[in-house]
């Protein structure tokens, strides 16, 4: 069976090619598998691909433990998925990442406090967002080596001062110096083998004075600004919803566990992509499983409890599983 491979796949595998770090390297790995055609002619497509991934973050955690070539802008991923923050200086990331997670940022009223990526876990119903704060952006550029960290990204998060006057320069600032980088929004034309990534913006200080009207100001200016979602750190205003929105953004599902004669663990479900299948599960949980698996029962909406699914099943949110070997 032909492959087919798509556009989207095709610039993905050129990002790797043209990849330098780690980072780099499985961000673009991760886009490929993501927009590779799923079908029995890519089967062994897929898994190299995941191979390839497991291989390169080995190699990275494996660098970084001998103290050799670390790179300080590499954030391993986890949780259900990573979210990067990008903003102008005094944009609000790091009030925005203390708000809702236990990260330990440096928050001052002063710009360029935040010199390294910080990552903090934003719980959302029973799993973990991922945010990493990073240095701000200006009209000059990024950081030298937070491209990596943008690229490896699940999604980024543009965040907009609502309470100065220059939102609409720091929606421009922000898009530009990405652009610059090779990194676009979902859904929009960029330079030749720019990476697509998905993209939200993130109003912080919607308490501030004059911030409700620069909202309606920039969003009367820019309507393509979305999703779009106000915030503030102060009054906690927005934050649910981002949390809501992040996850959908995301693209996964949650299954559940569940041994044979035993109730299921519905404390910690396994985060895996949407439209991942039983097999999917499996492999994930781990490869000998996948082998020897022979048949499993599924409990969630719309199925009848207990019900027997093939290997090749879709998995939808909040399913229960019970895998048999």
């Known amino acids: 069976m032909p492959a087919n491979l798509t556009p989207d796949y095709l610039k993905a ?4 090619r043209q990849a330098k770090t780690a980072p780099e390297k499985i961000a673009a790995l991760e886009e490929m598998l993501a927009t590779i055609p799923k079908h029995k002619g890519t089967e062994k497509m897929q898994a190299d691909i995941k191979h390839r991934i497991a291989k ?12 050799g070539g670390v790179d300080v802008f590499f954030v391993e991923k986890q949780g259900a998925g990573q979210v990067a923050l990008v903003g102008t200086p005094n944009a609000g990331k790091s009030s925005l990442v203390a708000a809702v997670s236990h990260a330990k940022v440096k928050v001052a009223p ?13 719980p959302f119903e029973d799993v973990q967002i991922q945010l990493v704060d990073l240095p701000p952006v200006s009209a000059e550029g990024l950081v030298p080596g937070m491209t ?3 690229r490896n990204a699940d999604i980024l998060m543009i965040c907009l001062d609502l309470s100065a006057g220059d939102v609409l320069e720091q929606v421009e600032v922000c898009l530009r110096v990405l652009e610059a980088k090779g990194l676009v929004r979902e859904g929009q034309k960029g330079p030749e083998g720019a990476v697509a990534k998905r993209t939200i913006f993130v109003g912080t200080k919607a308490d501030a004075p004059g911030a409700k009207d620069n909202l309606e100001a920039l969003r009367g200016l820019r309507t393509d600004l979305e999703p779009f979602v106000a915030t503030s750190a102060e009054t906690r205003e927005g934050l649910e919803d981002l949390g809501k929105r992040l996850f959908a953004m995301l693209d996964v599902v949650r299954v559940y566990s569940k041994e044979p004669g035993k109730p299921a663990d519905l404390d910690q479900p396994f985060i895996v992509p949407r439209g991942s299948t039983v097999m999917d599960l499996a492999e994930a949980i781990h490869r000998e499983l996948a082998q020897h698996l022979k048949r499993a029962r599924i409990w969630g909406g719309g199925k009848y409890d207990g019900q027997a699914v093939q290997r090749d099943h879709v998995l939808a949110d909040k399913d229960v599983i019970e895998l048999h070997v």
């Open 13 to 16: 595998e050129r990002a790797f």
């Open 56 to 67: 390169t973050r080995a190699a990275a955690t494996q660098a970084r433990g001998k103290g």
């Open 110 to 122: 002063y710009p360029y406090a935040t010199h390294a990526p910080v990552p903090g876990m934003m």
């Open 148 to 150: 990596g960290t943008l």
